[in-house]
């Protein structure tokens, strides 16, 4: 399986979301988390099934939640540059590359 790395912008865009959801209601949190580590498994087993957004930028939307994840393909791993919510500007994360 490959590899997963994420950013620290990534890290801490995740790690916002989990308190925000958290400080709503703890099992929101929970959810989250499940939900992106669901995501993990499948990029790990096949990240060619999301699309490309950007040159070598591909895009994983959560289901339940309004985030999804960029990353980019190398051939051992794969790095995740954001978590972020949908709804927010995306000129944030295009600044990254």
Known sequence: MIHVR??????????????????IRRELAGRLLDEYERLLLR???NP???PS???DIR????????YGLLFRLFPEEVEI??????????????RRM
């Open 53 to 55: 957004v950007r040159n």
């Open 59 to 66: 895009r994983a939307g959560f289901r339940h939640f309004p």
């Open 81 to 94: 540059i954001a978590v972020f919510h949908t709804s927010r500007d995306p000129r944030q994360w295009e």
């Open 48 to 50: 060619h099934q999301f």
């Open 43 to 45: 990029l790990r087993e």
């Open 6 to 23: 994420l950013t620290s912008a990534a890290e801490a865009e995740l790690a916002d979301a989990l308190r925000w959801y958290g400080e």
